[in-house]
């Protein structure tokens, strides 16, 4: 099946900068790309998505990319804002599979 | 809509004693999963079902059992505790039958004694 590695598993960040974290799939057939936010004690919720037909989306100050050739996508947060505190899941799927497969989750912490 | 419900929020079990979370969807959608969360591990997919009638394996289904009777209605079954399985668990639907845009319950906070 599918296999998600997520780096780096813990995030520091000043307000205002950037965050990047990033994502590696083994399925070179996988074709759908999900980010998920967690805040403490919360569920998870969808942020943004890609498929594989697309190579960047953004929404506002979040960003994804990907990169088929490298198996890589990564999720990119501008002008970091304390409610950017959270865990970040990514994902991957394969056509037909029915299956999402979650990588290990990012600690974001934004310092004020 | 309520969205996805689950119930109950916490649950302290004995080894060897068996429950059913309860999860349910006011959004008519066909796709239903449980993942569970263990810290460091990210979710993990349990069992997952695209309509009613219809459940397959997860990553890790082992002392799990799932049914779809009804759309809404996508119960896990644990059928004997073990330790092991205290976990956050998860409900999850979805439009899409691929899983996309998953929608999460609250979440089950379990834990096996």
């Given amino acids: 099946g599918e296999n998600v590695e997520q780096h780096p598993s813990t995030l520091s960040v000043q307000e ?4 990047v974290i990033k994502c590696t799939y083994s399925d070179s057939a996988s074709n759908y790309f999900p980010w998920y936010k967690q805040e403490l004690g919360k569920r998870p919720q969808l942020i943004i998505d890609i498929r594989s037909n697309v ?5 506002q100050r979040i960003a994804v990319t990907l990169n088929k050739t490298a198996k890589h996508f990564s999720l990119h947060i501008t002008e970091t804002q304390p409610e950017d505190s959270a865990v970040y899941f990514c994902a991957a799927s394969t056509p037909n599979d029915y299956k999402l497969s979650f990588g290990a989750g990012t600690t974001v912490t934004v310092r004020a | 809509n309520a969205g996805v419900t689950q119930t109950p929020k916490f649950q302290v079990l004995k080894t060897g004693q068996s429950m059913t979370l309860q999860c349910a969807q006011d959004m008519n959608h066909e796709y239903m999963s449980w993942y569970r969360q263990d810290p460091g591990m990210g979710l993990r997919l349990i069992h997952y079902s ?33 330790p092991s399985q205290t976990s956050v668990y998860f409900c999850a639907s979805s439009y899409s039958s691929g899983g996309e845009k998953l929608f999460f319950g609250s979440g089950t906070q379990l834990s096996v004694l």
């Fill in chain 1, 16 to 19: 205002g900068d950037s965050a």
């Fill in chain 1, 55 to 59: 190579g960047e989306k953004k929404d």
């Fill in chain 2, 50 to 82: 695209v309509g009613a009638g219809i459940t397959d394996q997860g990553e890790v289904p082992n002392g799990y059992n799932v049914s779809r009777s009804t759309t809404e209605d996508f119960p896990l079954r644990l059928l004997s505790a073990a």
